[in-house]
């Protein structure tokens, strides 16, 4: 069963960055294809990511606080959780986004081709479908094939207890103990959600912190924290191998913080994300892919082939949502003949670990490399009253900006919900905003989002004394 397709705009792949695209191409009047090989569009961040594993973080966030507001008089007893009940809940949250946007690529008259799409031309694609092959013949196309978890090689992946994070996010069972290859955010993440279910958590990660990227003042709250709350964080040590056994999987370690190997019920290995470029025939088309599977793009998302571009995992760090859909629509308005660019001047990270920890723009790791001279200011959550109010005092919030024009440089918080806080941090660093605009700027109060103020006034010297 064959049939012949032409798309102004083919769109590979229906994550946040692919159905971003095509929904912008669209609504700029092009006519778009959209190809994707799961029924349910969204990607990795909507069935796969960022929100299952967001929806498994509140539960995980309603059971520490009810356990820790019991030394504050408030007791419900220990909380009992049905498996199923959670796991279908996490469910129809994914479901109920990918069925709105089922509704908007019919809405924009999208063609929606459900299959897997390989490059044979510079101007075709082959998709397998359910019923056969579909050819589909395109002006410009934008490559969104996203990323999937890295594997290591030695590993034992055909056991059934060792796990990715799409493994995790199923929440099958609740291992007894649980390792966690990689103590980076999805790592840590998926750690905060098992242990407050019940399992025994520890951690290897090879560099001589968590969350290695992120400055280590912003990170220590977090591993404060859970280093009480965890069986173990061994920091610069690597899994040296991983053995099937009748009771577990038994990993020995090597490195600096090396213990005894050890028998786990499940082992999550969550040790980065590789990009898809070599599984699309991008050759075919005359796209240039790297070793590892990145394609290169310039400012306008454009790849080595003027008419096709790439956005999202597949192009590059950071792989986060916001920057596919970012730089989707640059490639959709690009494709559309408008003028666009990728110029944004930071891209947020977030950590939605108990406490989150979040950053943009130049971290002071980054500026002292860099010889930039900043200033800094560091303010305490301790005295927040609406910290203190939560039960939480171990929260901070970062301030770097230029010493000789106080334009904010960076920010970072942690602490409970500080993800919300980031963005008015970046939208200060785009608006070219000093510490006084920000210090000036009256915030509603008691908010976490005051300690932003206070940072800034603690800059331009407003704040001194913190009562
Ligand atoms: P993807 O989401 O990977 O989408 C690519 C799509 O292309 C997929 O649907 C795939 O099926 C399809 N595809 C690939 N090849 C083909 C082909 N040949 N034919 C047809 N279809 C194809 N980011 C955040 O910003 N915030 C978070 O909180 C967050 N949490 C995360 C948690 C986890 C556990 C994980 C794994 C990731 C998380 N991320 C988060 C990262 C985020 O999910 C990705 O950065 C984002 O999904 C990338 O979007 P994308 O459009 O580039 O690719």
Redesign the pocket.
């Given at each position: 069963n064959e049939s012949v397709v032409h798309a102004e705009v083919l769109v590979?792949?229906?994550?946040?960055?692919?159905y971003t695209a095509a929904f912008r191409a669209a609504d700029l009047g092009k006519q778009v294809v959209l190809?994707?090989?799961?029924p349910a569009?969204?990607?990795?961040?909507l069935?796969?990511?960022?929100i299952p594993?967001?929806a498994l973080l509140h539960v995980a966030q309603v059971i520490h606080e009810v356990d820790e507001f019991e030394q504050h008089g408030l007791s419900y007893g220990k909380p009992s959780f049905d498996i199923d009940k959670i796991r279908s809940w996490k469910e129809s949250v994914s479901k109920t986004l990918s069925d709105g946007l089922a509704r908007l690529v019919k809405q924009r008259k999208v063609t929606l081709i459900q299959?897997?799409?390989?490059f044979t031309s510079s101007h075709t694609i082959e998709?397998k479908t359910e019923t056969g092959v579909t050819t589909v013949s395109f002006d410009q196309a934008i490559i969104?094939?996203?990323?999937h978890?890295t594997k290591i090689p030695i590993f034992p992946h055909d056991d059934p207890r060792l796990w990715d994070?799409?493994d995790a996010?199923e929440l099958k069972e609740i291992p007894k103990k649980l390792l966690i290859v990689g103590g980076g955010?999805?790592g840590l993440?998926?750690a905060t959600v098992y242990h407050a279910l019940g399992s025994e958590i520890s951690v290897v990660e090879l560099m001589d912190q968590i969350i290695p990227g992120c400055d280590n003042d912003l990170v220590t709250p977090l591993y404060r924290r859970i280093k009480k709350q965890y069986q173990n964080i061994w920091l610069e040590t690597r899994v040296a191998a991983i053995e099937k056994h009748k009771d577990g999987l038994k990993v020995s370690f090597e490195g600096k913080g090396a213990p005894e190997s050890a028998i786990f019920d499940a082992v999550l290995v969550a040790v980065g994300?590789r990009p898809?470029g070599k599984?699309?025939g991008a050759d075919l088309a005359g796209v240039n892919v790297d070793e590892i599977g990145y394609i290169a793009v310039d400012k306008q998302q454009r790849t080595n082939v003027p008419h096709i571009f790439a956005?999202?995992?597949?192009v590059g760090n950071p792989?986060?949502?916001?920057?596919?859909t970012y730089e989707?629509k640059i490639a959709a308005e690009v494709a559309a003949g408008l003028k666009a660019g990728f110029d944004a001047l930071t891209i947020p990270a977030?950590a939605?670990t108990d406490p989150e920890v979040t950053w943009m723009g130049l971290t002071e790791n980054q500026a002292k490399q860099q010889g930039i001279d900043y200033d800094k200011a560091v303010f305490p959550w301790a005295a927040s009253g609406r910290s203190l109010s939560l039960g939480r005092k171990e929260g901070l919030t970062k301030i770097l900006c230029e010493k000789e024009t106080g334009r904010i440089l960076g920010a970072g918080m942690v602490g409970p919900n500080a993800g919300e806080l980031i963005a008015e941090a970046v939208l200060a660093l785009e608006m070219g905003a000093d510490a006084e605009d920000v210090g000036l700027t009256i915030h509603p109060h008691p908010m976490l989002s005051e300690t932003f103020a206070f940072a800034a006034e603690m800059i331009t010297g407003s704040i001194t004394d913190l009562y």
């Open positions: 590979l792949g229906g994550g946040p960055g692919g190809i994707e090989r799961y569009l969204g990607g990795v961040c069935n796969v990511g960022c594993s967001k299959g897997t799409g390989t998709v969104a094939a996203g990323s978890p994070s799409t996010l955010i999805i993440e998926m994300r898809n599984k699309i956005i999202g995992d597949i792989m986060l949502a916001h920057k596919a989707g977030v939605y």
